[in-house]
């Protein structure tokens, strides 16, 4: 079992840029994948991006590619999302998600852990 606490939130302006970060709990964190999901207001949850235990395959939403970028440090348990200039659309909390596989996964129900979320507002 893995825990998973996202931090790095805030206010941004349209534009600017962020750097999430989830720390999980857990001896075992190098062999889960793991991604982020957002869900904006009144919005479904949508994934955002997804990277393989060893981090060597990575996937993106098409309305992220280029402008995000995921990484893991598996000696630190940590994955991070960063965010370059981010549009007032990517307004939403934003969460970390874990799924014990070597493959990633692009829909929210193939993962089995989650964070509580950070809030991630872009102003216009």
């Known amino acids: 079992q893995v825990q998973l606490v996202e931090s790095g939130g805030g206010l941004v302006q349209t534009g600017g840029s962020l750097r999430l970060s989830c720390a999980a709990s857990?001896?075992?964190?190098?062999?889960?994948?793991m991604g982020w999901f957002r869900q904006g207001p009144g919005k479904e949850r949508e994934f955002v991006a997804a990277i393989s235990w060893g981090g060597t395959n990575t996937h993106y939403a098409d309305s992220v590619k280029g402008r995000f970028a995921i990484s893991r440090d598996n000696a630190k348990n940590t994955v991070d999302l960063q965010m370059n200039s981010l549009k007032p659309e990517g307004t939403a909390v934003y969460y970390c998600a874990a799924r014990r596989d070597t493959y990633l996964y692009s829909t929210s129900d193939a993962y089995d852990y989650w964070g509580q979320g950070t809030q991630v507002t872009v102003s216009s």
């Open positions: 857990g001896r075992t964190f190098s062999t889960y994948a």
